[in-house]
């Protein structure tokens, strides 16, 4: 929700871009810095530091870009369709766009379909032109590790946005769609909340299995996607308090 303590800075694609306080702050591009600096010399030891940190330069922007893309998509589409989004909020130097109202009775259920559809369709787009890139790179290059990166990236943000969780553009997929096939949306929310259950429970599996076979970063992802999962499925999460 768009707050009086917040200040407008611009507008793009019909949204007023606004920051609280220091929000603009770009904490997670510093963050990610660090990490892709710590990733450069773990691939490849014999970089010197400022080599990493060269390398932690040039991919930060492959991977927050394409965070960046998915959610400037979403406000192009939405714009594009004559509904756009309430604001556009940087936060750590990252977008989040704002709904004042998510069960918005002006929006059709096929805008707001198509609205949560455009993040999605983005990075797939930029994950088949980073196949293409990489395609053309030379093995152990530069360019092969920067295409490597944004091919992860991408299929990963493409992916877990498509989860039916309702925070995220699955969910908002899934329900709207069930309301334009004639279900309303209350039926169609419960309807999400049990496909969330049987999706935590499932999650929670394969996370379990991730732990056992010691591959701890997708055994913390898939815990961390059950539990908001199986939240929603028993109510105590909700993407909007009444």
Known sequence: MIQKSMKQVG???????????????????????????????RQKKHRKPIERMAVGAITMPVVLGSEWGHNLAHA???????KPADGFMVIGGMPRLIYQDINDCTVSP?????RALGGPVFNLGLLLLALFFRHLSPPNSLRREVADVAVRVNAFIGFIALLPIPFIDGGPILKWWLVHRGRD??????IVRKVNGIMGCAMSTTSFIAAKKRRWLMAVLLALFAGTSLGVASGLIKEQVE
């Not at 963050?31 to 010399?41: K, N, Y």
């Not at 192009?76 to 004559?82: K, L, T, V």
Request: charged fraction near 15%; glycine fraction near 10%; proline fraction near 6%.
């Open 11 to 41: 507008k793009i694609f019909g949204a007023p871009i606004v920051i609280e306080g220091r929000t603009w702050f770009p904490l997670v591009q510093l963050i990610t810095w660090g990490i892709m600096t710590w990733l450069a010399g």
């Open 76 to 82: 192009a589409i939405a714009n594009r369709i004559g």
């Open 110 to 114: 096929k805008q707001h379909t198509v």
């Open 185 to 190: 949306p209350l039926q169609a929310d419960d």
